[in-house]
């Protein structure tokens, strides 16, 4: 049984915590959840599992695996402390690391402690075939997101187009992914995903758009190289909560923690 403690509550964090409980998470256990402010969660059960603030309270549970669904900010403050706690730290917020001296201390810290760090494919598709074909050589790797409008408030986007009125696809970033990780850390975790896979945050190509004629978060993915070509596209279901996040981000969770707890692993 492989004790799970998940960071960050929300909309990808609910749906992977209902997942452990529910039995499609593999042979998991869902230790504890740590939040920012536990009176904010008073009215939430989840069987024993401990809900809590203090960090010290939550690595007390034992880990075995740390569970990152919180956002940039929470994996530059508890990598490397997780993988200190002997617990491997599966990241969706992976765009943290196009900050590459991060990168290098988490990395670093994995090695010394014996841990690992997991990047499940979370939005996006086709991780596997992209660092199988990075074995190289790699030519090209590049990213196309788009998302519909509401999915883009509160975001960079809003500073590039005026989001009441946008009615044609637009673009509104176009560069290599490093910079999309840092100029959208909500919504384009999957460029940094595909960079790690791939050929790295340089020379991986980004566009983003804000759509107003679809109603799914898109990503499409196109790479070539000795291995041959791929294009593959993904149209992610929004959550209501979220618009931000596809439903298939805490199922890929779900699915990465049954891989690592189950004697038949796919993909
Ligand atoms: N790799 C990928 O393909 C994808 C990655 N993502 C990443 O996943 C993240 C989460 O997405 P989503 O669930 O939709 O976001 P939400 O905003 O719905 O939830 C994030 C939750 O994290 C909590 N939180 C924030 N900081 C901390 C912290 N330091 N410690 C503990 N909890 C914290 C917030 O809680 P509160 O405010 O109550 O404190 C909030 O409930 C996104 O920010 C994005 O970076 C998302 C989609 C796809
Ligand atoms: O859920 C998605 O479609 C992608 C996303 O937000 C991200 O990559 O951060």
Known sequence: MLNVGLIGYGTAGKDVAGAILGGQAGNTRLAAVLVRNAAKYADVALDDCLITDSEAAFFERRPDVVVETAGHEAVIRYAESSLAHDCDFMVVSVGAFCDEALYDRVMASASRHGKRVLVPSAAIAGLDRIAAAAQGPLDRVTLTTRKPVKAWRGTFAEEVVDLDTVAQPTV???????????V????????????????????????V?????????????????????VRIEVQNTPSPN???????VAMSVARALKNLSSPLVIG
């Open 172 to 182: 509104i970033f176009e560069g290599n992914a490093r910079e999309s990780s840092r």
């Open 184 to 207: 959208f850390p909500e919504s384009v975790n999957v460029s940094a995903a595909l960079s790690l896979a791939g050929i790295g945050f340089e020379a991986t190509q980004v566009r």
């Open 209 to 229: 758009l804000v759509d107003p004629t679809i109603d799914k978060n898109v990503h499409e993915v196109s790479a070539k190289g000795r291995f041959g070509e």
């Open 242 to 248: 979220n618009p931000k996040t596809g439903y298939i």
